[in-house]
């Protein structure tokens, strides 16, 4: 199955702690790698789907915006033998190309590195935006003269996997430019932990939860 998740929270993590927003974002990087590690060693999950940077995020103190591309630089870093030790393949979705030359490089290696792994597939959404996915995936079909139907947009976005389920944490019900098309049938969950707190065991409860839902696609 394929789980998307909105990792909110951070900043708010850091404020109750009198922490500078930044250390809610690096504990955030941990949490990521625990979740990423559970996910990879459940075989019910496939594609997990991570929202690290949209494109609304440009808006951000400058400072803030130079410190989390500097922690995904490290963490990639860092975060590549764990990918190899756990099998799991590196992609991202959205529109890396104003990104420094430097980060562009650590991505396109991790991905190369991990390409032919098999256990799970991490997406991690980078300056993305849902609307400018779907923008850029009608741009591409009339360059190509694609026939505009349903399934020709499904195959042009960045990702065309249907999500199965979506969580957001930090108790906001809203989905933020998310994964749109993707989402049409999801199930959501959400919860108020700050992404900071969230742990493999309130994950492992939203599933148990997801597997009781009864998924009907529109049918009865
Ligand atoms: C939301 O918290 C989180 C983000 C904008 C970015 C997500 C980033 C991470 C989890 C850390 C880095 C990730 C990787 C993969 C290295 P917020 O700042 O909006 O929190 P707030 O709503 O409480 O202010």
Redesign the pocket.
């Known amino acids: 199955m394929h789980l998307a998740i909105i990792?909110?929270?951070?900043?708010?993590?850091a404020?109750k702690r009198g922490l500078k927003?930044i250390e809610?974002?690096k504990k955030?990087?941990e949490?990521?790698k625990e979740i990423t590690t559970y996910c990879a060693n459940n075989p019910e999950i496939n594609i997990l789907t991570?929202?690290?940077?949209?494109t609304e995020?440009w808006k951000r103190p400058k400072m803030e915006v130079e410190f989390?591309m500097k922690?995904?630089d490290n963490?990639l870093e860092r975060e590549l033998q764990t990918f190899i030790k756990n099998d799991v393949k590196f992609e991202t979705i959205g529109d890396i190309s104003k990104f420094s030359d430097k980060l562009k490089k650590r991505i396109e290696y991790t991905k190369k590195v991990t390409k032919n792994n098999k256990k799970l597939t991490q997406v991690?959404a980078l300056n993305y935006g849902s609307r400018d996915e779907i923008t850029r995936a009608v741009k591409k079909m009339i360059e190509k003269n694609e026939e505009i139907t349903p399934e020709n947009i499904q195959k042009n976005l960045d990702i065309t996997r249907d999500v199965d389920l979506l969580i957001r944490t930090?108790g906001e019900i809203r989905v933020s430019n998310f994964l749109l098309w993707q989402i049409a049938y999801a199930e959501m969950f959400f919860t108020p932990t700050?992404?900071p707190d969230f742990t493999t065991n309130e994950l492992e409860k939203i599933l148990n939860e997801f597997k009781k839902r009864e998924r009907r696609f529109g049918g009865i």
């Open positions: 990792m909110d929270g951070n900043g708010r993590w404020k927003r809610g974002h955030g990087a949490v990521v991570l929202y690290a940077f949209s995020n989390l922690l995904l963490w991690l930090s700050l992404w």
